[in-house]
Every structure is written in structure tokens, then in C-alpha cells.
């Protein structure tokens, strides 16, 4: 682990995200260990906690394997929730007009951490 990776705050680098594409990593959140769901929107970086309005459950069917649908949603393993990916509300499903807990992030020399 490198001195910039044992920083708390620290998450991932940005290029072990794909474009468009997920990842999973554990943080300190308000004091809380949670599960995050990172989402890469070329150099932008969205945050959300690994857990679904609808019942709590976690969004994932494996350990950082996320549905996107077609239309580009994240789609809950659980229910089927469809959430978009800017604001993270829950756009149809059974939460619908609900939306992600978001967590602030920061992009800085490639690396990706909270804010
Ligand atoms: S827990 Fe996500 S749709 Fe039910």
C-alpha cells in the first residue's frame, strides 16, 4: 500500500475505473464503515452509498458487480429500482421518486477521494 492509499480519505485511482463504468470501495463515512458505489463519467467522478432506498438493500449481485441498463440507469439487483447516474434518483421501480445517498468526492492528480 502506497502512502497516498493508507490515507482514510483516499478511495482509488481514477484509471481503475472504467468510463462509464462502476466500482465498489469501503469508507469511513461519518464515522460509519459503508460501502460505496464510484461511478466515472470521463474525468468526473460520482459517489453514491452501496444501499437501494427501496429496502436497504446493497445495489450489487456480487461484490462490485453493478447493473446499467440500456438507458444508462443502475439498476438495483434487488427489486429492479432504476436510479440515473447525475443526481442518483430512483427513476422507476419501486422507490420511485427516491434517490442514492450521495457522498462528496474529490478528482485530484488521479486519484480519487472524499471530499
Ligand atoms: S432493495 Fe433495491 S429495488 Fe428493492
Known sequence: ?????????????????????????????????????????GAQVRAWLNVCPHAGRRLDWAPGQFLKSAQGHLVC???GASFELVQGDCVSGPCRGDRLRAVGVNVAEGEIRLA
Not at 14 to 22: A, T
Open 1 to 41: 500500500m502506497s502512502a497516498a492509499e493508507a490515507d482514510p480519505s483516499f478511495l482509488a485511482r481514477l484509471d481503475q475505473l472504467p468510463d462509464g463504468g462502476f466500482l465498489e470501495v469501503e469508507a469511513r463515512v461519518d464515522g460509519d464503515a459503508e460501502s460505496l458505489v464510484l461511478y466515472r463519467e
Open 77 to 79: 439487483a434487488a427489486h
